[in-house]
Each structure stands twice: as structure tokens, then as C-alpha cells.
């Protein structure tokens, strides 16, 4: 844990032990080191070309007219988005996906922010039982919580509700964001909420002035992350949504799939709907993802 | 707590808006932090976790309303000879090994070349993790796009006079290898993701002092890297089991479990039990088997790996 306080710097003093370079590199070296570049970018390229090309495959699909065979998306339409938006109606699923994630994210975020608080900063009776049972969730299966969870959304009138969606979603990743968000506040040190404290603030104040503002990462890639996973939600949609004015994204392209069979240019323009807010949010939270993971998940 | 000096005690540190903890509700505080996610947990997880092995005991069928009515252990007894649960078992056992296997080698070879410092870095991370965040029905979706006989990669290999047009990968043989590589695609950026975390906070020094001292590459990382990220390697895979095991979303709609059931999992078999045929207590006995099954391979699987000198 300590180790991880200072972050992964760029500027690596342990520079300074490495012998000067005065002597003159000699061939073999040069070869050497030539021979690692090859090792490295070789690899990398092959990781890359195996992770870009299915993409570059939907937006082909996507923006290339139907019938066309060429493996650039040329002449450009964009007739297929035309007809998955207005025509399968992915304007109305597109809504719901974002009132639904951005719901998730608020709820479980805000939830997170207490208890991650708590688990941070309160040592008390039944933390180790509360955080062994919030790991135990992780392996509960989702296909496992389907029945209860629907006589339940039942009861409450909630069924064919974005709000059972919302529901289940923030219960499933609220174990992430708690330990993600108090591994975030336990790297704020200690020392400033104190010397807070002494100068007069309450401890709601303190939290709201001094450790709020050094969170922004830390909610900022909680907040996604829960974004994310709710936008990505399918098993749960596909089961507590019934009426299509309801349906998410994801619940869209699965009718896609089954429907059009052979249209595979809407398919991929409705994938394409479905990919940008996640790619666009992933591109900004990439590297607080790494950090945060060192930070809470994988060390507790 | 930051010491006040003997000279200069400021009085307002006694005051009881200096200790906010203090008053009678304080040791509380906590309990009221953590009741809203204690209280939704409990309403809409443990309660339902509870009323799956409640029903495992019932017989519950929709389609058959006049059976309904406490079972004792039939519905485990029915399981024994059920081949359809026998089948989906060991497909799940392959599926989940053949992954996290494969994961394993690829996601540590990746988080350890991203790890070095090279120009374009960056993004070349950006690019490369990205999968990790594309939603199971959107893997398959991409994979339809590039698995269909007649639009699909099968058929510019067949261009350049690789196999035959018309292929399906979808179905026959290449089926499993075919959902494999599917979800390699999103899964290897994810067991890197959780790896490279922990080899960004190995100290460099130890590199350097290990190259003066003439270690070799592979020297330095058995002896360096290996024992550094050991343990987040072990949760890694313990991880990426437990989802794949769960992982419905993928299966479920690129393969429907299909040809002939060859894809089925547990938690896939659990689905179509409970939605399909509205058997649930049957579906409820399959999912507590497969919780059993899950909690002791974790046991299991954390015991054996737990070793002395774990010290971090």
C-alpha cells in the first residue's frame, strides 16, 4: 500500500545510479538495444491490430452502402444510422440507456462516497464481516438473481420500470465502487482532515472542503466506471423490460441481431450508437482505471 | 491526531466542534455511513440469494401450477441424472479454464510490454484496453459482423484462396474457438488492466541495482517481477474465473448456447431453465449448485495458492 502513495512517476531518480555514458556504446549494444525496440513494437503492433480491427470491422459495416464488398467505407453513407435511429428506434433506446446510466452513476457514486468514508476513516465492530460480504456479492451470478429480483420489482410495481434497472444495476457494482472509493480516500492523507478539524471545521465540513476537491480523480473514474457498466447492462434489461418504448441500447441490438438477420449495416450502426459514449468516456478515464485499481481493488 | 505544542495550546482544540467525533452518536457515524448500501445490498442481494435456496427446496413451475409445494432434495436428487447439467458443468469447466488460461499468458505478456517505456506509449494503452469496456452484446455483435458466411472475414480469406466461401464459424467445430477468440478480444485488456496496476509500482531502482549487478532479463523477472505481482496475479485469475464462469451475455446471444446445447454453461443452463421453461425450483437447484461449486473453488483456489512469504 505504501508503495503506491507515490505515484507511478516518470522521473525516475533512480536514474542516477546508472552509470554515466561516457564510454562509447559499442555495436553490440546498439544491437542489442535494436533488437528490443523490434521486441517491443512488433508485439504491441500485433496486440493492436488484434484489438483495432474488429472495430475498424463495425465502422466499416456501419458506413459502407449496403452491398458493397470494399474494405474501405467508401463512398460514405450514412443511411444505416438513418435507419436503426428513426426506423428500429434507437433515438427512444438511446434516452433511456442515458437516464438509466446516469442514474446508476449518481445513486451508486453517492452511496460510495459514505461508505467508502466509513471504511476509510472509522475503524468499527463488523467492517471486516461488511467489506468479506460486499466481496461475496462478486460471486453471486447474474443469471441467479433474475427470478428473485423480478418477483421483487413485482412487488414494488416496478417491473417494465427503468427504476428496477437502475436498481439492480447500482446493487451489483456498489461493492466496486465502495472498495474503488475508499482506497481513493484513504490515499488523501489523514493529516488534512485533522488540521481541518483543528482549524475549526466539522467533520462534514472538512470532508466537503478539503477531501471532496482532492477526490475529483478518484469520483470521476468511480462515477464512469458505474457509467459504464450500466450502459453495458443486457441480462437485466432484456428481463425487466417489456414494452419497446422502455428497451436500452443493448436490449435494441439484440433484436437486431434476431430481426434483421441479414441487415448487417444497421446492425453495426446500432453497435456504433452503443460504442460511442462508452469509448468517448474510456478514452478520459483510462488512466485513473489503472491507478485506481492499485490503488483500492487489488490490494484492498 | 496533530499534536498541539505545550506553548501554545489553542483553546479551541478542547472544544468538542475541534473533536468532531465526539458526542454520544459519534460511534454511530459509521454505521449510518455504510446503512444505505448495507440496507440496498441486503433488500436486493442477500434477500434474493436467500429465496433462491428457499425455492431450490420447492417445486415451483409455472407451467406445471398443480406440483407446487415443498420438495425436500428432488430437485438436487433430478440433477444427478439430468445430462444436460452434467454436460453444461464440464462445458463450463473447459470454457473457464481455456480462458483464464489463455488470458493468463497473453494479459501478463501485454501488461508487461505496455508496462516499458516506448514512444506512443499512451496510446498505444488507450487502444489497446479499450475492448475492456464494450459490453457483451456489443462483443457480439462486432464478432457477427466478422464471423457471417456470406460478409464476413470468411469470405476475403476465401479471396485470397484461404478455406471456402461460405464458412460459418458459427457453427460446426470452430464454434468454441470461435466464441474463444470473441471473448479473448475483450477479456485479455482486462486481466492486463488489473495486472499492469500493480507492475507500475515496482520500484525501478530494483531493475537498475539487478542490471548493474548482471542479472539478465529473464533473471529479473523471476527474481523481481514475479514475486512483485504474484498476489495480483492470483486475484487476477481468480477474478477473471469467477466472471467467466458467470458470463452469460456473450454466449447467450453469439451462440445461443448452440449448436445443439455444445455451449451451454451453468449460468446459461440456469437462464434458460428459469425463463424458458419457468421451472424454478429446478432453475433455483442449478443456481445454488453452481454457488456451491464457485465459493469452494475460491476457497480452494486462494488456499493452494497462499504460500509463506506473502508478505505484502
Known amino acids: 500500500m505504501t508503495a503506491l502513495l507515490t505515484p507511478p512517476s516518470?522521473?525516475?531518480?533512480?536514474?542516477?545510479?546508472?552509470?554515466?555514458?561516457?564510454?562509447?556504446?559499442?555495436?553490440?549494444?546498439?544491437?542489442?538495444?535494436?533488437i528490443d525496440r523490434v521486441l517491443t513494437y512488433v508485439p504491441v503492433g500485433l496486440f493492436l491490430i488484434f484489438t483495432m480491427v474488429p472495430f475498424y470491422w463495425m465502422l466499416l459495416f456501419a458506413f459502407r452502402p449496403t452491398g458493397s464488398t470494399s474494405l474501405v467505407p467508401w463512398p460514405i453513407t450514412f443511411d444505416h444510422f438513418i435507419t436503426v435511429w428513426n426506423g428500429s428506434g434507437f433515438g427512444i433506446y438511446f434516452q433511456n440507456s442515458l437516464f438509466v446510466a446516469i442514474m446508476s452513476l449518481v445513486v451508486s457514486t453517492l452511496i460510495a462516497l459514505l461508505g467508502g468514508y466509513a471504511l476509510a476513516r472509522f475503524p468499527f465492530k463488523g467492517k471486516a464481516l461488511f467489506l468479506v460480504a460486499m466481496l461475496c456479492t462478486q460471486f453471486v451470478p447474474g443469471a441467479m438473481m433474475l427470478i428473485p429480483l423480478f418477483e421483487i420489482f413485482n412487488t414494488l410495481g416496478l417491473t417494465n420500470s427503468l427504476w428496477s434497472l437502475i436498481i439492480s444495476d447500482t446493487v451489483f457494482h456498489l461493492p466496486l465502487s465502495l472498495i474503488l472509493m475508499a482506497g481513493f480516500i484513504r490515499n488523501v492523507p489523514m493529516e488534512l482532515e485533522e488540521a481541518a478539524w483543528v482549524d475549526g471545521c466539522t467533520r462534514i465540513q472538512a470532508f466537503r472542503l478539503v477531501i471532496l476537491p482532492l477526490l475529483k480523480p478518484g469520483i470521476v473514474a468511480v462515477g464512469s466506471f458505474a457509467f459504464i457498466s450500466a450502459w453495458n447492462n443486457f441480462l437485466f434489461a432484456i428481463m425487466f423490460l417489456s414494452s419497446q418504448d422502455r428497451f436500452t441500447v443493448p436490449v435494441g441490438l439484440s433484436y437486431l441481431l434476431g430481426e434483421f438477420g441479414t441487415d448487417f449495416g444497421a446492425l453495426a450502426a446500432g453497435g456504433v450508437i452503443a460504442i460511442v459514449p462508452v469509448v468517448v468516456l474510456f478514452a478520459y478515464v483510462q488512466k485513473f482505471l489503472v491507478q485506481g485499481l492499485s490503488a483500492g481493488a487489488v490490494k484492498g | 491526531m496533530a499534536l498541539p505544542t505545550l506553548t501554545e495550546r489553542p483553546k479551541r482544540i478542547l472544544t468538542v466542534r475541534a473533536k468532531p467525533t465526539a458526542g454520544r452518536l459519534a460511534r454511530y457515524y459509521p454505521y449510518f455511513l455504510i446503512a444505505p448500501a448495507a440496507i440496498l445490498?441486503?433488500?436486493?442481494?442477500?434477500?434474493?440469494?436467500?429465496?433462491?435456496?428457499?425455492?431450490?427446496l420447492q417445486h415451483s413451475n409455472v407451467t406445471q401450477p398443480w406440483k407446487d409445494g415443498f420438495a425436500g432434495l428432488d430437485n438436487f436428487i433430478a440433477l444427478g441424472s439430468d445430462p444436460l447439467f452434467w454436460r453444461s458443468l464440464s462445458f463450463t469447466a473447459q470454457w473457464v479454464v481455456v480462458e483464464v488460461g489463455l488470458q493468463f499468458v497473453f494479459g501478463l505478456a501485454l501488461a508487461l510490454l505496455i508496462n516499458k517505456t516506448f514512444i506512443g506509449r499512451g496510446i498505444a494503452r488507450a487502444l489497446v484496453f479499450s475492448p475492456w469496456a464494450v459490453s457483451g452484446i456489443l462483443t457480439t455483435t462486432i464478432w457477427i459482423l466478422i464471423y457471417n458466411p456470406s460478409t464476413g472475414?470468411?469470405?476475403?480469406?476465401?479471396?485470397?484462396?484461404?478455406?471456402?466461401?461460405?464458412?460459418?464459424?458459427?457453427?460446426?467445430?470452430?464454434?468454441?474457438?470461435?466464441?474463444?477468440?470473441?471473448?479473448?478480444?475483450?477479456?485479455?485488456?482486462?486481466?492486463?488492466?488489473?495486472?499492469?496496476?500493480?507492475?507500475?509500482?515496482?520500484?525501478?531502482?530494483?531493475?537498475?541495482?539487478?542490471?548493474?549487478?548482471?542479472?539478465?532479463?529473464i533473471r529479473q523477472f523471476t527474481s523481481i517481477t514475479w514475486p512483485h505481482i504474484r498476489q495480483a496475479v492470483i486475484i487476477a485469475?481468480?477474478?477473471?474465473?469467477?466472471?467467466?464462469?458467470?458470463?452469460?451475455?456473450?454466449?447467450?446471444?453469439?451462440?445461443?448456447?448452440?449448436?445443439?446445447?455444445?455451449?451451454?454453461?451453468?449460468?446459461?443452463?440456469?437462464?434458460?431453465?428459469?425463463?424458458?421453461?419457468?421451472?424454478f425450483g429446478y432453475g433455483s437447484a442449478l443456481t445454488v449448485v453452481a454457488f456451491v461449486i464457485l465459493t469452494f473453488f475460491s476457497l480452494i483456489y486462494l488456499r493452494v495458492t497462499k504460500t509463506k512469504g506473502d508478505d505484502k
Open chain 2, 41 to 56: 445490498t441486503i433488500v436486493f442481494l442477500v434477500y434474493p440469494v436467500g429465496s433462491v435456496f428457499y425455492f431450490s
Open chain 2, 153 to 217: 472475414i470468411g469470405r476475403y480469406l476465401a479471396d485470397i484462396g484461404i478455406g471456402e466461401y461460405g464458412t460459418s464459424f458459427l457453427a460446426g467445430d470452430t464454434t468454441f474457438w470461435a466464441v474463444v477468440l470473441a471473448e479473448l478480444w475483450k477479456g485479455i485488456p482486462f486481466f492486463a488492466i488489473l495486472i499492469l496496476a500493480d507492475l507500475q509500482s515496482v520500484s525501478l531502482e530494483l531493475y537498475e541495482s539487478a542490471n548493474v549487478d548482471g542479472a539478465g532479463k
Open chain 1, 10 to 34: 516518470t522521473t525516475t531518480p533512480a536514474r542516477r545510479h546508472t552509470p554515466p555514458p561516457v564510454r562509447p556504446v559499442s555495436a553490440e549494444k546498439k544491437r542489442a538495444r535494436r
Open chain 2, 237 to 279: 485469475t481468480l477474478l477473471r474465473a469467477v466472471w467467466e464462469f458467470n458470463n452469460v451475455d456473450l454466449l447467450y446471444t453469439l451462440t445461443g448456447g448452440g449448436p445443439a446445447s455444445a455451449t451451454t454453461t451453468l449460468p446459461l443452463y440456469v437462464a434458460q431453465t428459469a425463463i424458458h421453461d419457468r421451472d
